[in-house]
């Protein structure tokens, strides 16, 4: 009876082991895809170099207006090319196809550096080396505590109890039925909370892009 018992909490316990793996790669995964984005700062400067028509270095009521108004053409191009039933908005639906197409753009903007239309295997692999620095420069600052310019054991220590923290904190915070796993209705639950925050984001960034849109027309 006790044998049976054993292989039973043992099972119990490497299913455990398990599931905390899985949560620390998927977390891993997060945190390397955000290392790899710029820094608010650059998209700041990006933006003003975008708007900035003039050159002078900052961005003028006139600059912004002009933006606005390009930013509600593209809006009205969007509601005529992707509203399919002709409500005059776009569903879950239309969205996610505009979307995937503004996302495929995109990359061909960011990556086509010879202007052919398409990108090439030595575009991608600069695009690749690109991001691979942006990763290192971003994790260095990140990670930098004594501002050294090198980052030692200690802060990557600091750095792995800091995410086990994090980690320990979120199954606390999803699990709720307290078994020290996640269950699939947990794990939806917690992607769902993911996907609200991220929406909550987006229309956070909307919002603000829109005030400072309406606060430079006045």
């Given amino acids: 009876m006790k044998k049976g018992k054993m292989v039973v909490c043992g099972t119990s316990v490497i299913c455990a082991l398990f599931l905390a793996c899985g949560n620390l790669m ?94 090439s295997d030595e575009e991608r692999k600069a695009a690749k080396e690109e991001r691979k620095k942006r990763r290192e420069k971003n994790e260095l600052k990140r ?34 039925d307290g078994d020290g796993k996640l269950s699939d209705e947990e794990r939806k639950a917690a992607h769902e909370e993911k996907r609200k925050k991220r929406e909550g984001k987006r229309k956070e960034n909307r919002h603000k892009r829109g005030r400072k849109g309406g606060a430079g027309g006045e």
Avoid: C, T, W
């Fill in 26 to 119: 998927a977390e891993e995964g997060e945190n390397s895809e955000n290392r790899g984005r710029p820094d608010k700062r650059e998209q700041r400067n990006r933006i003003q170099k975008r708007l900035d028509k003039d050159g002078d270095g900052k961005v003028s009521d006139e600059e912004r207006k002009a933006a606005k108004e390009e930013r509600r053409k593209r809006h009205e191009e969007k509601i005529k090319r992707f509203d399919k039933d002709g409500d005059g908005k776009l569903s879950g639906e239309e969205r996610k196809a505009a979307y995937k197409e503004k996302r495929k753009n995109d990359e061909l903007k960011r990556l086509d550096k010879d202007g052919d239309g398409k990108v």
């Fill in 143 to 176: 990670l930098d505590k004594d501002g050294d310019g090198k980052i030692s054991d200690e802060e990557r220590k600091g750095a792995k109890e800091e995410r086990k923290k994090r980690r320990e904190e979120k199954m606390k915070r999803l699990d709720k």
